[in-house]
DNA sequence: AAACTATCCAACCGCCTATAA
DNA sequence: CTTATAGGCGGTTGGATAGTT
């Protein structure tokens, strides 16, 4: 199983504050350590791992190691479609969150989901955004010619109402993930929390690259919106709006 | 049989946020 | 209020292995 001169190899020695912690694959003795430091003293405060077994690890190697293999509750084997489609669907739902895509396959990781979807679905995805180009390149054209007609339209301002649509777009993709959040109930509360942050902000972000780019673009408003097309072309493609 | 390619996956890194001091 | 620290997350790397040419 181990190859001891690749071992070698890998291993590199990083000093920290007069410690020297050891990098790399983990020994069973390592594990062994490790998993008796959880018996005794439970999950969480990594960094007293050493102090306490004596193990040359730092705090984030520790749990790495602990949440990625050691864990009782991690399911083995390969995904199963079952767990594939589900994985599918929350991607295209929230993109490379993958702890939150986690939290609904109970028994695996995120590094784990993160893994399989790039070995399984970077390459369709790398097609599909070519896909998505030339799509994008044709509205544009079309655009163009559109806009032509509509100059004057543009040179006044956006119709309110066309706004309000626009938000209560960005609100369903908002709603549903506080529906999915507030069934996780293996997320702690500070996770959600942190959770909710996030997806605020990014959500501003989007709203706001989304808006952007749509301005830049001369994109007409109302004739995205109307078109449901287009924003269903792009939630196929890239799962959401804001990816393309 | 050798070389090459694709896939798998463990582990590291840097960044960010929450929390304690 | 500020700073330091711990923990969490996504991105990336690189070795091992399997499959193909």
Redesign the pocket.
Known sequence: ?F?LR?MV??WSW?LVEDEVWR????TAEEDRLLMEYVRIYGE????SVARLTGLKRN???C???WV??LRPDLKRGQITPHEESIILELHARWG?????IARSLPGRT???I???W???FK?KEKDSSDANGKAKARLLRRQQFHQQQLQQQQQQQYNPMDMNKIMALLEEEHDKNNISEALSSSASE??K??NT??FH?QTANNEQSLLSELNTNGFVLPEILNEGLEVGWAMELGGCPWQW
Do not use: C, I, V
């Open positions: 199983m190859n690749a190899g890998h990083g990098k790399g694959p983990w969480g405060r990594w960094n705090g984030k190697s749990r790495l190691r990625n293999y490379n969150r993958w702890s939150m995120d590094n784990e993160k893994n399989y790039r070995t399984h390459k500070t996770e929390r942190q942050t996030n902000s």
